[in-house]
């Protein structure tokens, strides 16, 4: 079996205390990585620093920071300082997000986010060399300044979190890892080719991507009530976080059921959106299940080319985490 982590810790309602309680526990038990993300609730830097400060093994990485929340400079001292201080833990999640986040939450125009998000890459790689970071491009025009501090090591990995062909390609050509989110595994075969085009146009092969994705877990013997339970998070994606999981949709066979979905949850009938979403939609991209079958979905992303999973608990509380992580725990070593 690959890899196995957890994409955020924070148990509903849960202090700080537990949630690193939680981090000990996946360090210890042998987990890959902790990731956590940042949309419009807690910030990922110091949330992964705190996790850092008390885990010795365990990698630690953003999924996803937006690059139109900071800029590139900001961001380089934030990820270098955490991979000096997680002494080369680090690693470094980038994506677009969307147009109501960064419109309207960030006051930024969302605009290029692939031309974008290659200029912050250029700049970041720079700033990882201990070189200036020079740059003169369509969004930042940057000159003589390089950080006062010396990076723990020049090739800190850069992820991408990609769905379109185009951003797909870019992933493939410039960075280290792509972290996909609602990953079919028997249906991510074309995504896989864009990767493989880009590398490829970079003297780059599939080799060199780690293929790491978001995939929510369920672990229950009541697969009905979990599938209940993932349908409005898909419905979410797909209606009202822009038109890029709604085109993904389309791209792995789920058309038709995605229009509905998407329609029905822009008349605002979120309720009636999320029970359009299809028992099969839910399964080609959840693992549900007891520990034994869990491992068993877990294998099928293995084997299709996956390198590392990272796992979303869906626990109510902090002895739900412990209880999915726990038992999970001798299917990944």
């Given at each position: 079996?690959?890899?196995?982590?957890?994409?955020?810790?924070?148990?509903?309602?849960?202090?700080?205390?537990?949630?690193?309680?939680?981090?000990?526990?996946?360090?210890?038990?042998?987990?890959?990585?902790?990731?956590?993300?940042?949309?419009?609730?807690?910030?990922?830097?110091?949330?992964?620093?705190?996790?850092?400060?008390?885990?010795?093994?365990?990698?630690?990485?953003?999924?996803?920071?937006?690059?139109?929340?900071?800029?590139?400079?900001?961001?380089?001292?934030?990820?270098?300082?955490?991979?000096?201080?997680?002494?080369?833990?680090?690693?470094?999640?980038?994506?677009?997000?969307?147009?109501?986040?960064?419109?309207?939450?960030?006051?930024?125009?969302?605009?290029?986010p692939i031309t974008r998000i290659r200029e912050y890459?250029?700049?970041?790689?720079?700033?990882?060399?201990?070189?200036?970071?020079?740059?003169?491009?369509?969004?930042?025009?940057?000159?003589?300044?390089?950080?006062?501090?010396?990076?723990?090591?020049?090739?800190?990995?850069?992820?991408?979190?990609?769905?379109?062909?185009?951003?797909?390609?870019?992933?493939?050509?410039?960075?280290?890892?792509?972290?996909?989110?609602?990953?079919?595994?028997?249906?991510?075969?074309?995504?896989?080719?864009?990767?493989?085009?880009?590398?490829?146009?970079?003297?780059?092969?599939?080799?060199?991507?780690?293929?790491?994705?978001?995939?929510?877990?369920?672990?229950?013997?009541?697969?009905?009530?979990?599938?209940?339970?993932?349908?409005?998070?898909?419905?979410?994606?797909?209606?009202?976080?822009?038109?890029?999981?709604?085109?993904y949709m389309h791209r792995i066979g789920f058309g038709?059921?995605?229009?509905?979905?998407?329609?029905?949850?822009?008349?605002?009938?979120?309720?009636?959106?999320?029970?359009?979403?299809?028992?099969?939609?839910?399964?080609?991209?959840?693992?549900?299940?007891?520990?034994?079958?869990?491992?068993?979905?877990?294998?099928?992303?293995?084997?299709?080319?996956?390198?590392?999973?990272?796992?979303?608990l869906n626990e109510d509380t902090k002895k739900g985490?412990?209880?999915?992580?726990?038992?999970?725990?001798?299917?990944?070593?």
């Open positions: 079996m690959g890899k196995v982590g957890i994409m955020g810790l924070r148990a509903p309602g849960g202090s700080w205390d537990e949630t690193k309680e939680l981090a000990i526990m996946a360090d210890d038990l042998g987990y890959s990585c902790i990731t956590t993300g940042e949309s419009w609730g807690e910030d990922a830097f110091t949330s992964l620093a705190q996790i850092a400060a008390v885990t010795t093994r365990i990698k630690v990485g953003t999924s996803i920071v937006p690059v139109f929340a900071r800029s590139p400079a900001n961001l380089a001292m934030t990820a270098l300082n955490m991979d000096v201080m997680s002494k080369g833990r680090f690693f470094l999640g980038l994506g677009a997000s969307g147009k109501l986040v960064i419109e309207d939450l960030h006051g930024e125009k969302f605009s290029k890459v250029d700049i970041l790689r720079k700033a990882m060399r201990g070189e200036r970071l020079d740059h003169s491009g369509e969004f930042f025009e940057i000159s003589r300044f390089k950080l006062r501090f010396t990076p723990h090591r020049p090739d800190l990995p850069i992820y991408i979190a990609s769905l379109s062909p185009p951003s797909l390609r870019m992933t493939g050509e410039i960075a280290d890892g792509w972290l996909p989110i609602f990953l079919a595994p028997s249906r991510m075969d074309a995504a896989v080719a864009q990767l493989k085009e880009g590398a490829e146009s970079a003297n780059r092969s599939l080799n060199d991507i780690t293929i790491s994705p978001q995939v929510s877990v369920y672990m229950t013997d009541d697969p009905k009530a979990a599938r209940d339970r993932e349908r409005p998070h898909i419905s979410f994606y797909i209606g009202g976080m822009g038109v890029f999981y709604h085109q038709e059921e995605a229009d509905m979905v998407r329609k029905t949850y822009m008349d605002k009938e979120r309720g009636k959106a999320a029970s359009l979403v299809t028992d099969e939609m839910v399964d080609a991209t959840t693992i549900i299940g007891t520990p034994q079958e869990c491992a068993g979905q877990m294998e099928k992303f293995f084997d299709a080319g996956v390198d590392e999973i990272r796992l979303v985490y412990e209880e999915t992580i726990r038992h999970l725990a001798p299917f990944i070593n």
